[in-house]
């Protein structure tokens, strides 16, 4: 009924929109909420891409806070009329850990002062060896938050919140050696699902993107292969992981994702998007030959880490389609991509090598 409810209303704005502006085909690709106040930049009239850069990027620069010296790969979502995130921050002692922070705008962000403080479930004090590249979803009436975590190795680590003060550390879903969890943002077929990259200890050179589901977050299984590196570029030809949270949309699910390429400078970190099948998301439907980001600008191909550009978040308005991914950029900025989603997919469908 809510549902219903909900269809409505979205068909209602779109209607509004395409009678008000005719130029516009309006398709409501994406189903889900609308969020007007998204950050947002019309593409440059030069820029022949389907995706183009934040113009005030980086977002947040070399220590953004006194006790952060860089600030990157990080998760926003949107709250009420405003926007809250958990960021990975590396601390000025190098050791990489989670802060939680607020906007107004999405673009100016109030982080810390101090790194999240992580409870059990008895209001334990339950702290992080280290975090880092957290997603961040609602579902239900909480707040999930997935990171790369120390369980005797990297592994996938999951907390809940819901008010932004306690912060709850769950059971980790999976065993290490794991990296790259992302929680789809509902329920598919009853179940939970997760992605994930499980890897080997260290800074693996290989690497392909498994689904896991569960049916309460605690207990995780059925794992399903979903998508390997390769392809006939080399963007992607040594190890891809999930980026944001997936975006449901009526051509399938949308997901950015990261590609490495080995080179003799070490690791480059592009971005491409997939459509994975709305019922069975292990299905690769179609799925970017090419990348859509890779490192290019200054703030991008140097810094602590030169060459990377790692998305982490995405933002839609699901009536414009109009799609805002956060990514960290040389493992040391926060910078900002648009794209506008019907736009996307025609681009995917047009140029994809499943
Ligand atoms: C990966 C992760 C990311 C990082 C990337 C490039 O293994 O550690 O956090 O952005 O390497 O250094």
Redesign the pocket.
């Known amino acids: 009924m809510i549902l219903f409810f909900r269809r409505v209303l979205r068909w209602n704005y779109a209607t509004f929109h395409l009678s008000t502006k005719k130029n516009n085909k309006m398709k409501n690709t994406i189903i889900g909420e609308s969020l007007p106040n998204i950050p947002w930049e019309d593409k440059p009239k030069d820029c022949l891409d389907v995706l183009w850069r934040y113009s005030g990027n980086p977002i947040l620069d070399w220590n953004p806070i006194p006790k952060a010296a860089r600030i990157?790969?990080s998760a926003v979502l949107p709250y009420k009329d405003k926007f809250v995130g958990v960021f990975?921050a590396d601390q000025r002692n190098g050791r990489?850990t989670l802060f939680f922070g607020k906007s107004k705008d999405g673009l100016q962000w109030k982080i810390g002062p101090d790194p999240i403080q992580w409870v059990d479930e008895n209001g334990k004090p339950n702290p992080l060896s280290y975090g880092?590249?957290p997603r961040f979803v609602k579902l239900d009436d909480s707040y999930y938050a997935v990171w790369?975590d120390d369980m005797h190795g990297a592994s996938i680590g999951l907390g809940r919140t819901r008010d932004f003060k306690t912060f709850i550390r769950m059971p980790n879903p999976l065993m290490p050696f794991n990296?790259n969890g992302v929680l789809f943002p509902r329920k598919v077929n009853g179940k939970y699902l997760l992605l994930s990259r499980p890897s080997d200890s260290g800074?693996?050179p290989f690497g392909d993107i498994f689904l896991s589901e569960s049916p309460d977050l605690i207990y995780w299984g059925n794992h399903r292969h979903v998508m390997s590196r390769g392809g006939s570029g080399w963007w992607q030809g040594t190890k891809i992981?999930a980026g944001p949270i997936p975006i449901e949309t009526t051509e399938g699910w949308l997901l950015f994702y990261h590609g490495?390429s080995g080179t003799c400078n070490g690791?480059v970190?592009s971005f491409g998007a997939a459509m994975l099948d709305i019922n069975k998301p292990w299905k690769v439907l179609h799925r970017t030959r090419d990348y859509l980001l890779t490192p290019e600008k200054p703030y991008e191909t140097t810094g602590?880490?030169p060459n990377?550009t790692?998305p982490c978040a995405n933002l839609y308005d699901a009536p414009t389609g109009r799609i805002a991914i956060y990514y960290?950029a040389a493992?040391t900025c926060t910078a900002i991509a648009f794209t506008q989603v019907d736009k996307l997919i025609n681009y995917i469908k047009k140029n994809s090598e499943v």
Do not use: E
Request: aromatic letters at 30%; charged letters at 20%; a neutral charge.
């Open positions: 990157f790969n990975r990489a880092y590249d790369c990296r800074h693996t992981g490495v690791f970190y602590f880490v990377v790692f960290g493992d």
